[in-house]
């Protein structure tokens, strides 16, 4: 493999990983303010005792963000050189922000919200809830502006340097914080991250109630994760739906790839399918029109087809196509999890159906799948273009750094992250089978 | 006369790797310590003392490098994909630290708190060195084509003055950790502690002068500044003035005036070499005309003033609660059953 292929999946690697845990943190910050708010609300002990049991499943999944996220911050310099030279000014601007205004905020906070049960009044802490939840949804913000720059710039202009080449500069900052497809993208991140955040209360809780532990604690959390589970779920249906729009007016060969759509002509919404690239023909069970009348509201609208573009200014069709649909299949099955689970809850029979808490403790891993597969679909939807029309991907790698070197540090990360993520799932085991006592009402007990 | 936005970037990027260095600085330095402590309990108030602020510490490392990449793109890319081994080992390294903070105190067992021990300390001692090593780097001048690239080899990065300021950075923490433990502890532990200050500090101060030797001898460059703007000479004066206060805090028992005095020392110690390295960012040698300075490796001047908004805002929020954070976990490490 080249540097380029290797460089791409390195970065692939190491923000798959890292993605793992920043939805966790912003999912699972909303539920500690929920928590701990209904606390301070009702006094009742066992808001306190949900809340300071999440607050230690937070503080690991928090530590394996920022062990990962460093990473990131300098990746940009260290493998895409020449993306970093071309976007400095533009993209390094939005990362500087994520510094200044979340990473300080969440991680200064992080220390009270984990230590500072005892030394602090209730609703001093409840602000440090509040202000580490808060630091992860604006860092979700800031990162959200930075890649929707690279997918539908805006409020830039390109200007020639003294020593030769070009590079984007800002005219308008407000122009580049809400580039077209910014608002759209935040809320779809976050109802992703409010659904992986919510499903793991779920699964835990779940998981209890089968075992028969702490069922008071279990089923109160439930209830509340539930209603948090159902409303996500719902409404990132029409953020996807809002979403998609914004991809079909700003980059029309991202939203044919992931239909597989070739022909400029009314578009049909296919429910499953395969894509046969080399004939440009797209085989599956699909809905006629549909996909034309949810982009514009008329199922005969014509919508641009992949046959608009060369073939190198395409992203590679099946693969996006796969995961898009996965994404959505997905995201179906939550909403009906969810809101499956609030009519039993609704008829009395939550706690009987014990298929049904399996299927919660297993659905852990749904929102963890629909988050990567749609950063999979978006950003390999862009390609071949890392800032979308403006520079490909090709041109910027790193021209000093060797394609060896490249080979040297992504064995040495897949090995770290290899190690990291058993260690990560054995003790995010270990807290779970400890349960919410603390360690010294354990020891009264023995 | 237009305002130099370079020059105040130039500083303020200064300032996020300063504060990196003073509150991390302690944090690394208490990690190379670590495993001179041999009692479980002893390591545990070691890690304790850092517990709840050594993530916060970080950031500031994580923002320096935001705010490298958006005022001088140029220079992030250079330095980061130049000195790309030594990087991907110092990000190695601050990644294995973070998860043996986290991961040592989930289990009992002797190998596994041992083996999160090594690495936690090792990882500490490495990233303290690699950060030195880079500044030794960018001191020395590294070769770079005429199109900002680093033209040299990871091998070629190992030069005499770059380990020196590599083991100078090891001392020079070492000691700030060894001041700061002292203030978190209490009684025999306590004591035996102060006897490290000592130590620590003999070795800082002998590493300190041989680096400003070589720095006066080798690399002249370091003294234009200075000699353009001789008013900056009250820089390397109060440096010296606030290392010399530290063995005199330290034999007047005062604690925390000698970590005043240490965070003081390392505050002027980063000024210099900011003053030092003054205009370039980048300095080509051989090639010197290759070099980048804050002009040539700048953001637009529309970026830099709106970024210095974002100062202007963040800023005093971050230190205010950075503050408030500090002052809740002042006093003795207590190990309660939140504790790592």
Redesign the interface.
């Known amino acids: 493999m080249d540097a380029l292929a290797l460089s791409r999946a390195q970065f692939g690697l190491t923000i798959a990983f890292h993605y793992i845990f920043p939805p966790l943190s912003i999912g699972l910050g909303l539920c500690l303010v929920l928590f701990e708010g209904f606390y301070l609300f009702t006094r009742e002990k066992l808001y306190l005792e949900i809340a300071r049991f999440y607050t230690r499943i937070f503080?690991?999944i928090?530590?394996?963000g920022?062990?990962?996220?460093?990473?990131m911050?300098?990746q940009?310099?260290?493998?895409w050189?020449?993306y970093?030279?071309f976007?400095?000014?533009?993209?390094?601007?939005a990362?500087?922000?994520?510094?200044?205004?979340a990473?300080?905020?969440e991680?200064?906070?992080?220390?009270?919200l984990?230590?500072?049960?005892?030394?602090?009044k209730p609703r001093t802490h409840f602000f440090a809830t509040l202000?580490v939840c808060l630091g992860a949804h604006f860092s979700a913000v800031w990162i959200v502006v930075a890649n929707s720059w690279q997918q539908t710039p805006a409020g830039y202009h390109l200007?020639g340097q003294?020593?030769?080449?070009i590079?984007a500069?800002?005219?308008d900052?407000w122009q580049v914080v809400f580039s077209p497809s910014t608002v759209s993208r935040i809320w779809h991140v976050y109802m992703g991250a409010w659904q992986a955040g919510a499903f793991a209360v779920l699964s835990i809780s779940a998981y209890y109630l089968l075992k028969k532990k702490y069922e008071t604690f279990a089923k109160t959390g439930l209830k509340m994760a539930l209603v948090v589970a159902a409303a996500a779920s719902l409404l990132q249906l029409f953020s996807g739906h809002d979403s998609a729009k914004v991809v079909a007016a700003t980059q029309p060969a991202k939203l044919a790839a992931y239909e597989g759509h070739y022909e400029t002509a009314a578009a049909p919404l296919y429910l499953f399918g395969w894509v046969d690239e080399k004939n440009g023909q797209t085989h599956g069970v699909s809905i006629p029109g549909l996909l034309s009348y949810l982009v514009s509201g008329q199922s005969d609208a014509p919508v641009t087809g992949l046959n608009a573009f060369t073939p190198d200014k395409r992203p590679p069709i099946n693969f996006v196509f796969q995961t898009y649909h996965a994404m959505i299949a997905i995201g179906i099955a939550l909403i009906a999890i969810a809101w499956f689970g609030l009519f039993l809850w609704w008829r009395g029979g939550l706690w009987k159906a014990r298929w049904f808490l399996w299927v919660l403790v297993l659905s852990v891993l749904l929102p963890q799948a629909a988050n990567q597969l749609g950063w999979f679909s978006a950003e390999v939807g862009r390609q071949p273009y890392i800032v979308y029309n403006l520079m490909k991907t090709s041109d910027a790698l790193?021209?000093?750094?060797k394609a060896g070197?490249v080979l040297?540090?992504m064995i040495?990360f897949g090995f770290?992250y290899s190690l990291?993520f058993v260690?990560f799932i054995y003790?995010l085991n270990?807290k779970i089978q400890h349960g919410p006592e603390?360690?010294?009402e354990q020891g009264h007990r023995a | 006369m237009n305002f130099d936005w370079q020059t105040l970037w130039f500083i303020l990027v200064g300032v996020l790797f300063t504060g990196y260095a003073i509150l991390d600085g302690f944090d690394l330095g208490v990690g190379a310590l670590h495993l001179f402590v041999k009692d479980d309990t002893e390591r545990r108030i070691f890690l304790n003392a850092i517990g709840p602020i050594w993530d916060g510490n970080e950031v500031w490392l994580v923002t320096g490098g935001g705010a490298l990449f958006a005022a001088f793109p140029e220079a992030y890319a250079t330095v980061f994909s130049g000195f790309y081994l030594a990087f991907m080992l110092l990000l190695v390294a601050l990644i294995f630290r973070a998860v043996a903070i986290e991961f040592r105190s989930k289990q009992p067992m002797k190998w596994w708190r041992q083996a999160w021990d090594i690495s936690f300390s090792i990882s500490s001692i490495l990233s303290a060195f690699l950060i030195g090593v880079a500044m030794g780097n960018l001191a020395w001048g590294i070769p770079l084509d005429a199109g900002h690239e680093f033209a040299g080899t990871f091998l070629g990065l190992l030069k005499p003055f770059p380990i020196l300021l590599g083991l100078t950075t090891v001392s020079l923490f070492a000691m700030h950790g060894s001041i700061f433990i002292v203030l978190k502890t209490e009684g025999a532990l306590q004591a035996k502690l102060k006897g490290w200050v000592k130590n620590t500090m003999i070795t800082f101060i002998l590493f300190y002068v041989l680096t400003t030797f070589a720095t006066l001898i080798y690399i002249p460059r370091m003294m234009t500044t200075l000699q353009q703007a001789p008013w900056l000479f009250i820089v390397p004066v109060l440096n010296v003035l606030a290392i010399a206060n530290i063995p005199r805090n330290v034999s007047k028992g005062q604690g925390f005036g000698a970590f005043l005095s240490s965070c003081a020392a390392l505050f002027f110690l980063m000024a210099l070499f900011g003053i030092g390295v003054y205009p370039y960012m980048v300095f080509s040698n051989p090639s010197p005309e290759n070099s980048l300075t804050i002009y040539n490796a700048a953001s637009s001047v529309t970026t830099l003033k709106i970024m210095s908004l974002f100062v202007a805002v963040g800023l005093p929020l971050i230190l205010s609660y950075t503050l408030s954070i500090y002052w809740i976990f002042r006093g003795k490490v207590k190990l309660d059953s939140l504790s790592y």
């Open positions: 503080g690991l928090f530590a394996m920022v062990a990962t996220g460093v990473v911050e300098f940009f310099g260290t493998n050189a020449s970093s030279r976007v400095g000014d533009v993209f390094g601007s990362l500087a922000a994520e510094g200044v205004f990473f300080f905020l991680s200064g906070f992080l220390g009270l984990l230590f500072g049960w005892d030394r602090i202000m200007v003294p020593g030769g080449g590079r500069e800002v005219t900052f790193s021209k000093s750094v070197e040297t540090s040495l770290i990291l260690l003790l270990d603390t360690k010294e």
